[in-house]
């Protein structure tokens, strides 16, 4: 056994140049399937944090019913039970309570329809980007300031600018309409037509103070450490909440239209990834396959010399196999390489630079390196080696010497 | 002989079918009428106590109202502090808020016509919708019964079909004694019951008998109901129309 | 003469040979394959977007889009309508009357965007119609409302049931008017689901107090890439009072995904595009370093080095060629299937959740793309000789004949 190690892995050698071009095709076939898979996943995990990141965080809180039916009353309290369960969630990089209503802001003889969102700043800039956004001004300075952020096109259509004083109005806890003045300190660009048009938020404390709600919210956004972390979060909130009036939502169940978006993606995604092995496993079966017809004449000779056929099909069979592993070893090398090169300098999308700023998403081909990655692909190759030789190794072993010497 | 009596006898079926469903329905479109003039007048004046019943709490509001017919209403929050001052001005069709905490007045858009007015169990819409019962509904007797004691006419009013009203059938329950209403029901197209206006409490005031308290039950949500108790009111009394305008509305009381 | 030994000895060794056509051949129809994929799923990706309803582009007055209040109207519809007419490239248009609006029923309510269409003109130039899921399209008898599923869910109401409908008139009152669901549809996208209700364009403007006015014009361009120039020329047409906004003005959130969604396919393309290039690559690079024994040959018995390396070359473009061709053939063969019947791209994807038509891709295949690829691949095959052809040349015969 030993002698036939030996012989192969001298075998390889021998003939370098035909050597090389089969280990090049082994490599090459790890490499590019391994770039593709990390651009996949790297590029998916990227919408994902980008789409999170612009309001809705990993995950929400709420009350069951809410998401679907929005109501002013259907609201839950923010307690310290609540806060100290989420704080010891290890997983949990921030979160930050919200508060919505439906109301209308006036300046001047314009009254127009907002949606008032009442948000926690110091939190909040943790779990969205939204104080990136701020086009004019600056973001509400604290919970309980009396300042406002709104849209930019809402500003547009009040006619108004940023230093104003707005009236808003909505309707209360009890039923009341709350009104009160507030400042305007500055204007945020979220490249959601919706938002821009209508969204006004302002400091926790003075919403509650408009609408006249104690401590109670409508959703908890929260920030993960790591988009895996998502399900296993989920289960462990839904059981230290306990209750079965609150749900605790997904960002997927909270924006269902850009999970489609997503799910479309990477559908699409693993087409091409199935063609892509489609044609590296072809090629590394053509390399395969001619670099051991093209030496049938030496097999003939060493057969004439007595070796079994047995022998040489597994001697050819270990040249396969010591073929594929340098291969591999290679292919994961250069694969990591560019994996890890794109981690830390993505390919930023010539043209669309402009809607970066536009709507604070990241448009950048990424990558990743995860294990999962590196340890499928090189199954997975090896795996097409070894059935690439089972044709060329049964030819092997049927191969007559006098045959053999005489191939051309 | 036999052949006229049978012609007469057709004729007269005749009469009755073609004719009494119709004095019938006028009758119906006539009692409802009363009992709204009834409840209204050209004009009143009066204050009231508004009760918002929920199982989280209850909130009353004293409040001060001027009413010309069903075009012209001012009504004013007296009292909690928190909203003294805040007044609802109501023209035909459209309704203006008087803030005075902001000393805004803003006009109820189209996207709050269908928000509580004031937190009660009523609609902005309510409000000044109440006008059309006669001319989006078809009125019939259907029946009579006794509610709290006293006989009514039951009369079913049913949307006309280019009606804008989200109602599939109402019932209303009329005093024969008094003509005064003693309930209605608002029902949707399933026939599953919303919510129920209830008067009781009859009494004589301002000169005038009528119910002293109204309460509207929401059915849909149970356990929340608004409730309205006359405390005084004047009837056909002259009203200026200087109450009814924006300068009115936007004098600091 | 050269070119006829170069064609003999490409079929003396068939074994060589055919290895290296297979890689020719596989690679040609993989990247038929994605070229056309390719291209139609981002036709696909923007058909979903802006088929329903958005369409290639829209006419408001100036400001609409800012503030879609109802005094924004057409200021006029019929000059509107002329340029349309006289503009090519435009292939269809339909007038809508678009507002905000509560509809409510007996049990909820809910803010919505009111558009007022005629029900023949619209179905040319947006496909709610194919989202119809429950009932039927506007028929365009008055009171009709079609609208989302999930709204009416949430309205508590369904097929046949009544809702009415609030907005600010052009005078400033508020005008209402009562509606019977005969449709439910669902599209793409349950925001636009819930948001957007259809009424006819007559009872809109009744009830909006609008006389003849309309607020929208929404034109289908003969085809997609028309739509940047058509932009352009329709703006200078209808001049300073109107606006003419392109889908990409329209929704420019969505394009931006699709836009990330292009780069990322072309980077696909690009790693296919190489492995293809590398099988080609590597199987010619073998099957000519095989030959030097034979070139060596043929050298010792006097064949001149440049008639050698042009001998090599001519056969590296007769394979080039053929496997094009033949790579050609088996990659319409496989193309035209998915052309007529598309591909479901749920069978790739737990967990997919589409509604039915959006998740099958139809691939388009250009004439451009043919002859691009009809370019490249001999060109490779080519290109992948020249390095063992010099090679070859350079040795020495005697050398070349112990070539191992």
């Given at each position: 056994m030993k002698l036939l190690l030996t012989l192969a892995w001298r075998n390889i050698w021998r003939n370098s140049r035909r050597s090389i071009l089969t280990i090049a095709a082994v490599a090459f076939a790890t490499t590019l399937s391994i770039a593709m898979r990390g651009i996949l996943i790297g590029t998916f995990e990227l919408n994902i944090r980008n789409v999170v990141r612009t309001f809705s965080g990993y995950i929400q809180i709420q009350r069951v019913g809410y998401q679907k039916n929005p109501s002013?009353?259907?609201?839950?309290?923010?307690?310290?039970?609540?806060?100290?369960?989420?704080?010891?969630?290890?997983?949990?990089?921030?979160?930050?309570?919200?508060?919505?209503?439906?109301?209308?802001?006036?300046?001047g003889d314009q009254s127009l329809g907002a949606m008032v969102i009442g948000i926690a700043p110091e939190g909040e800039r943790l779990v969205s980007n939204l104080d990136d956004r701020i086009e004019e001004g600056s973001f509400v300075a604290s919970e309980s300031s009396n300042d406002v952020v709104v849209g930019c096109k809402l500003l547009r259509n009040l006619r108004a600018r940023v230093g104003d004083v707005v009236v808003v109005l909505a309707q209360g806890y009890d039923g009341s309409l709350g009104n009160m003045k507030y400042r305007i300190a500055g204007t945020i660009k979220t490249g959601s037509p919706e938002f821009d048009?209508?969204?006004?938020?302002?400091?926790?404390?003075?919403?509650?103070?408009?609408?006249?709600?104690?401590?109670?919210?409508?959703?908890?956004?929260?920030?993960l450490k790591d988009l895996d972390r998502i399900?296993?979060?989920?289960?462990?909130?839904?059981?230290?909440?306990?209750?079965?009036?609150?749900?605790?939502?997904?960002?997927?169940?909270?924006?269902?239209?850009?999970?489609?978006?997503?799910d479309m993606d990477q559908a699409r995604s693993i087409l091409f990834l199935w063609v892509l092995i489609a044609i590296v496993a072809f090629?590394?079966?053509?390399?395969?396959?001619?670099?051991?017809?093209?030496?049938?004449?030496?097999?003939?000779?060493?057969?004439?010399?007595g070796m079994s056929n047995g022998k040489l099909a597994a001697l050819v069979f270990l040249e396969t196999l010591f073929i594929t592993v340098v291969g591999l070893a290679a292919g994961n090398a250069l694969g990591a390489g560019m994996n890890y090169y794109l981690t830390v300098q993505p390919i930023v999308i010539q043209g669309v630079e402009s809607l970066q700023e536009e709507f604070g998403f990241v448009w950048q081909i990424e990558s990743s390196l995860r294990a999962a990655i590196f340890v499928d692909t090189s199954v997975a190759v090896l795996g097409m080696s070894l059935l690439a030789c089972i044709y060329p190794v049964h030819r092997v072993r049927k191969l007559e010497p006098l045959k053999g010497l005489r191939f051309t | 002989m036999r052949r006229t009596s049978i012609v007469g006898l057709a004729s007269s079926v005749l009469f009755i079918v073609a004719f009494v469903p119709a004095a019938m329905s006028q009758n119906a479109d006539a009692i409802i009428r009363r009992a709204e003039d009834l409840l209204k007048g050209k004009s009143s004046k009066g204050?009231?106590?508004?009760?918002?019943?929920?199982?989280?709490?209850?909130?009353e509001m004293r409040m001060e109202?001027?009413?010309?017919?069903?075009?012209?209403?001012?009504?004013?929050?007296?009292?909690?502090k928190r909203e003294a001052g805040n007044k609802t001005l109501k023209i035909k069709n459209e309704i203006w808020s008087y803030l005075k905490n902001t000393e805004t007045t803003i006009k109820i858009p189209p996207s709050m016509m269908l928000q509580s007015w004031n937190g009660s169990d009523f609609t902005n819409d309510d409000l000044v919708r109440e006008s059309s019962l006669a001319a989006d509904y078809a009125h019939k007797i259907v029946s009579t019964e006794i509610v709290e004691g006293e006989k009514c006419w039951k009369i079913e009013l049913t949307p006309k079909p280019e009606a804008p009203v989200v109602w599939g059938k109402l019932y209303y329950w009329v005093r024969q004694a008094d003509d005064l209403p003693a309930r209605v029901e608002y029902y949707d197209e399933r026939g599953k019951l919303m919510r129920t206006m209830a008067f009781s409490a009859y009494k004589v005031m301002g000169g005038r008998k009528l119910p002293a308290t109204w309460t509207m039950i929401n059915d849909a949500d149970p356990g929340h109901k608004t409730e309205f108790e006359i405390l005084d009111v004047s009837f056909d009394i002259k009203i200026s129309d200087r109450v009814f305008s924006f300068q009115e509305l936007e004098r600091r009381y | 003469m050269l070119a006829k030994l170069a064609w003999r000895n490409i079929w003396r060794n068939k074994r060589r040979s055919l290895i290296v056509l297979a890689a020719i051949v596989v690679g040609m129809v993989v990247l038929v394959f994605s070229e056309s994929f390719i291209a139609g799923s981002l036709k696909g990706m923007l058909d979903n977007q802006i088929g329903s309803h958005t369409s290639h582009i829209q006419i408001h007055r100036k400001g609409f889009s800012d503030n879609k209040i109802i005094q924004s109207t057409i200021p006029n519809a019929s000059f509107v309508?002329?340029?349309?007419?006289?503009?090519?490239?435009?292939?269809?248009?339909?007038?809508?009357?678009?507002?905000?609006?509560?509809?409510?029923?007996?049990?909820?309510s809910s803010g919505v965007s009111l558009v007022g269409v005629d029900p023949a003109q619209e179905q040319q130039v947006s496909k709610i119609q194919a989202s119809v899921v429950q009932g039927s399209y506007l028929s365009g008898k008055d009171h009709e409302i079609i609208l989302g599923k999930n709204l009416a869910e949430r309205l508590?109401?369904?097929?046949?049931?009544?809702?009415?409908?609030?907005?600010?008139?052009?005078?400033?009152?508020?005008?209402?008017?009562?509606?019977r669901i005969v449709g439910l549809f669902e599209t793409f996208s349950s925001d636009f689901d819930r948001l957007y209700v259809f009424i006819p364009t007559g009872n809109a403007q009744r009830m909006l107090g609008l006389g003849d006015q309309i607020s929208e014009f929404a034109v289908l361009a003969q085809t997609m890439e028309l739509v940047p120039q058509l932009d352009v020329m329709l703006e200078r047409e209808l001049g300073g009072s109107y606006e003419v906004l392109s889908y990409r003005e329209l929704l420019p959130a969505i394009m931006a995904i699709l836009d990330v969604a292009d780069e990322a396919m072309g980077i696909y393309y690009l790693i296919i595009g190489a492995a293809t290039i590398f099988g080609i690559v590597n199987a010619m690079l073998m099957s000519v370093f095989e030959r030097i024994r034979e070139f060596g040959v043929l050298m010792a018995m006097g064949m001149k080095n440049g008639k050698l390396f042009s001998m090599i070359v001519l056969e590296a473009s007769y394979l080039g060629v053929l496997g094009m061709l033949i790579g050609m053939g088996v990659g319409l063969a496989i193309y035209l299937p998915f052309w007529k019947y598309g591909l479901d791209l749920s069978a790739f994807s737990e967990g997919l959740t589409m509604v039915g038509m959006s998740a099958v891709v139809y691939p388009i295949l250009t004439v451009g793309a043919v002859i691009r690829m009809a370019v490249i691949i001999p060109l490779v095959a080519v290109v992948a000789a020249l390095y063992p052809a010099t090679k070859a040349i350079r040795l020495q015969p005697v050398r070349a004949i112990y070539y191992v």
């Amino acid at each position: 056994m030993k002698l036939l190690l030996t012989l192969a892995w001298r075998n390889i050698w021998r003939n370098s140049r035909r050597s090389i071009l089969t280990i090049a095709a082994v490599a090459f076939a790890t490499t590019l399937s391994i770039a593709m898979r990390g651009i996949l996943i790297g590029t998916f995990e990227l919408n994902i944090r980008n789409v999170v990141r612009t309001f809705s965080g990993y995950i929400q809180i709420q009350r069951v019913g809410y998401q679907k039916n929005p109501s002013l009353h259907l609201s839950f309290p923010y307690d310290e039970t609540l806060v100290s369960a989420l704080s010891s969630e290890a997983e949990i990089v921030a979160f930050s309570p919200r508060i919505h209503a439906d109301g209308l802001v006036s300046y001047g003889d314009q009254s127009l329809g907002a949606m008032v969102i009442g948000i926690a700043p110091e939190g909040e800039r943790l779990v969205s980007n939204l104080d990136d956004r701020i086009e004019e001004g600056s973001f509400v300075a604290s919970e309980s300031s009396n300042d406002v952020v709104v849209g930019c096109k809402l500003l547009r259509n009040l006619r108004a600018r940023v230093g104003d004083v707005v009236v808003v109005l909505a309707q209360g806890y009890d039923g009341s309409l709350g009104n009160m003045k507030y400042r305007i300190a500055g204007t945020i660009k979220t490249g959601s037509p919706e938002f821009d048009r209508m969204a006004l938020f302002m400091g926790l404390s003075s919403i509650r103070e408009l609408l006249g709600m104690t401590d109670r919210v409508h959703s908890v956004a929260i920030a993960l450490k790591d988009l895996d972390r998502i399900d296993a979060v989920k289960e462990r909130l839904q059981r230290a909440v306990a209750d079965p009036k609150m749900a605790v939502l997904a960002w997927d169940e909270i924006t269902p239209d850009l999970k489609k978006h997503l799910d479309m993606d990477q559908a699409r995604s693993i087409l091409f990834l199935w063609v892509l092995i489609a044609i590296v496993a072809f090629g590394i079966l053509n390399t395969l396959l001619m670099s051991v017809t093209e030496r049938y004449r030496e097999f003939g000779v060493v057969l004439s010399m007595g070796m079994s056929n047995g022998k040489l099909a597994a001697l050819v069979f270990l040249e396969t196999l010591f073929i594929t592993v340098v291969g591999l070893a290679a292919g994961n090398a250069l694969g990591a390489g560019m994996n890890y090169y794109l981690t830390v300098q993505p390919i930023v999308i010539q043209g669309v630079e402009s809607l970066q700023e536009e709507f604070g998403f990241v448009w950048q081909i990424e990558s990743s390196l995860r294990a999962a990655i590196f340890v499928d692909t090189s199954v997975a190759v090896l795996g097409m080696s070894l059935l690439a030789c089972i044709y060329p190794v049964h030819r092997v072993r049927k191969l007559e010497p006098l045959k053999g010497l005489r191939f051309t | 002989m036999r052949r006229t009596s049978i012609v007469g006898l057709a004729s007269s079926v005749l009469f009755i079918v073609a004719f009494v469903p119709a004095a019938m329905s006028q009758n119906a479109d006539a009692i409802i009428r009363r009992a709204e003039d009834l409840l209204k007048g050209k004009s009143s004046k009066g204050t009231f106590i508004m009760r918002v019943i929920t199982p989280e709490y209850t909130r009353e509001m004293r409040m001060e109202s001027w009413w010309v017919g069903n075009d012209k209403a001012l009504i004013v929050i007296r009292s909690p502090k928190r909203e003294a001052g805040n007044k609802t001005l109501k023209i035909k069709n459209e309704i203006w808020s008087y803030l005075k905490n902001t000393e805004t007045t803003i006009k109820i858009p189209p996207s709050m016509m269908l928000q509580s007015w004031n937190g009660s169990d009523f609609t902005n819409d309510d409000l000044v919708r109440e006008s059309s019962l006669a001319a989006d509904y078809a009125h019939k007797i259907v029946s009579t019964e006794i509610v709290e004691g006293e006989k009514c006419w039951k009369i079913e009013l049913t949307p006309k079909p280019e009606a804008p009203v989200v109602w599939g059938k109402l019932y209303y329950w009329v005093r024969q004694a008094d003509d005064l209403p003693a309930r209605v029901e608002y029902y949707d197209e399933r026939g599953k019951l919303m919510r129920t206006m209830a008067f009781s409490a009859y009494k004589v005031m301002g000169g005038r008998k009528l119910p002293a308290t109204w309460t509207m039950i929401n059915d849909a949500d149970p356990g929340h109901k608004t409730e309205f108790e006359i405390l005084d009111v004047s009837f056909d009394i002259k009203i200026s129309d200087r109450v009814f305008s924006f300068q009115e509305l936007e004098r600091r009381y | 003469m050269l070119a006829k030994l170069a064609w003999r000895n490409i079929w003396r060794n068939k074994r060589r040979s055919l290895i290296v056509l297979a890689a020719i051949v596989v690679g040609m129809v993989v990247l038929v394959f994605s070229e056309s994929f390719i291209a139609g799923s981002l036709k696909g990706m923007l058909d979903n977007q802006i088929g329903s309803h958005t369409s290639h582009i829209q006419i408001h007055r100036k400001g609409f889009s800012d503030n879609k209040i109802i005094q924004s109207t057409i200021p006029n519809a019929s000059f509107v309508e002329g340029v349309l007419q006289g503009t090519p490239g435009v292939l269809r248009h339909s007038k809508r009357v678009v507002t905000y609006a509560l509809i409510s029923s007996a049990s909820n309510s809910s803010g919505v965007s009111l558009v007022g269409v005629d029900p023949a003109q619209e179905q040319q130039v947006s496909k709610i119609q194919a989202s119809v899921v429950q009932g039927s399209y506007l028929s365009g008898k008055d009171h009709e409302i079609i609208l989302g599923k999930n709204l009416a869910e949430r309205l508590g109401v369904a097929l046949g049931d009544k809702v009415v409908a609030m907005a600010s008139m052009l005078d400033g009152h508020v005008g209402s008017d009562v509606f019977r669901i005969v449709g439910l549809f669902e599209t793409f996208s349950s925001d636009f689901d819930r948001l957007y209700v259809f009424i006819p364009t007559g009872n809109a403007q009744r009830m909006l107090g609008l006389g003849d006015q309309i607020s929208e014009f929404a034109v289908l361009a003969q085809t997609m890439e028309l739509v940047p120039q058509l932009d352009v020329m329709l703006e200078r047409e209808l001049g300073g009072s109107y606006e003419v906004l392109s889908y990409r003005e329209l929704l420019p959130a969505i394009m931006a995904i699709l836009d990330v969604a292009d780069e990322a396919m072309g980077i696909y393309y690009l790693i296919i595009g190489a492995a293809t290039i590398f099988g080609i690559v590597n199987a010619m690079l073998m099957s000519v370093f095989e030959r030097i024994r034979e070139f060596g040959v043929l050298m010792a018995m006097g064949m001149k080095n440049g008639k050698l390396f042009s001998m090599i070359v001519l056969e590296a473009s007769y394979l080039g060629v053929l496997g094009m061709l033949i790579g050609m053939g088996v990659g319409l063969a496989i193309y035209l299937p998915f052309w007529k019947y598309g591909l479901d791209l749920s069978a790739f994807s737990e967990g997919l959740t589409m509604v039915g038509m959006s998740a099958v891709v139809y691939p388009i295949l250009t004439v451009g793309a043919v002859i691009r690829m009809a370019v490249i691949i001999p060109l490779v095959a080519v290109v992948a000789a020249l390095y063992p052809a010099t090679k070859a040349i350079r040795l020495q015969p005697v050398r070349a004949i112990y070539y191992v």
